[in-house]
């Protein structure tokens, strides 16, 4: 049985990428999340929904040990399971000027976002090696892209992904498995709910926010075998908004 693996998927853009996947590509889906346990039940069932099997795994992405066991307990007990698509998805933010930042502050949010990339990344890259197939999409942000004021971490966590999205795509290209990025700009989502949306919508040349969905149609394109001859990109999602 062939799985896509989403990371913080229970709500926002991770939930819409589930989503997507399942019904757009057939894939049986597992769904990371963190805490908010009500909300993956909620995002699981809609995904059985569409005739997919849809199982959660609660651990968090920074925390390698916890990782590598939820992960590996899974694949123990599903020795025929073949995870063909990762989206790393999971982040966090913690904005705030950086003469102010604390260390916990930055090694959050770095780790969540960074170290979950290795941590995930890590316990499937050489099954699809051997399987000479395989998708790897990392959700970055238009902060990775162009930094962004307030949110230094964030960005520099980003940022790093995207180079690292550069290096592996090179380095396993060879084998069939494509290394994407995808930067979304603002999307309306709990990250951006307190954001002053009349104000920044006038920066955005398509004059709105972008929507979950939208986002989802982009990743569900790069999983398919319609992108295979895409990979090392930093695709960017944004209505036009450039630094």
């Given amino acids: 049985m062939k799985y896509a693996l989403i990371t913080g998927g229970s709500r926002g853009i991770g939930r819409a990428i589930a989503m997507k996947l399942a019904a757009d590509l057939g894939y049986h889906i597992l769904l990371n999340y963190h805490s908010n346990t009500e909300a993956a039940e909620a995002t ?10 849809c199982e959660l795994l609660q651990f968090d992405v920074a925390d390698l040990d916890a990782t590598k066991k939820a992960l590996e307990n899974w694949q123990n007990s599903n020795p025929d399971a073949f995870v063909e698509v990762i989206v790393n998805n999971a982040g966090i933010t913690k ?3 950086f003469m102010w930042m604390g260390e916990e502050d930055w090694s959050s949010v770095i780790n969540t976002s960074l ?4 941590n995930v990344t890590q316990q499937f890259v050489k099954s699809m090696l051997q ?21 230094v971490n964030y960005s520099a966590a980003k940022g790093a992904i995207i180079s690292a999205t550069k290096a592996l795509a090179q380095e396993i290209g060879k084998r069939k498995v494509t ?5 979304p700009g603002f999307i309306e989502s709990d990250m951006t709910a307190d954001f002053d949306e009349k104000t920044l919508k006038k920066m955005i040349p ?6 979950a969905e939208e986002v989802a149609d982009l990743v569900s394109f790069l999983a398919s075998k319609k992108a295979s001859y895409i990979t090392g990109e930093v695709i960017n999602i944004n209505g036009g908004l450039y630094s």
Wanted: charged share 20%; glycine share 18%.
């Fill in 95 to 97: 904005d705030g000027l």
């Fill in 179 to 183: 290394v994407n990025a995808v930067a």
């Fill in 115 to 118: 170290n979950g990339f290795y």
């Fill in 44 to 53: 699981g069932k809609s995904i059985e929904e569409t005739g997919v099997n």
């Fill in 131 to 151: 399987k000479r197939y395989g998708r790897i999409i990392n959700i970055v942000s238009l902060s990775g892209v162009k930094g962004n004021p307030g949110q």
């Fill in 206 to 211: 398509l004059q709105r926010f972008g929507n």
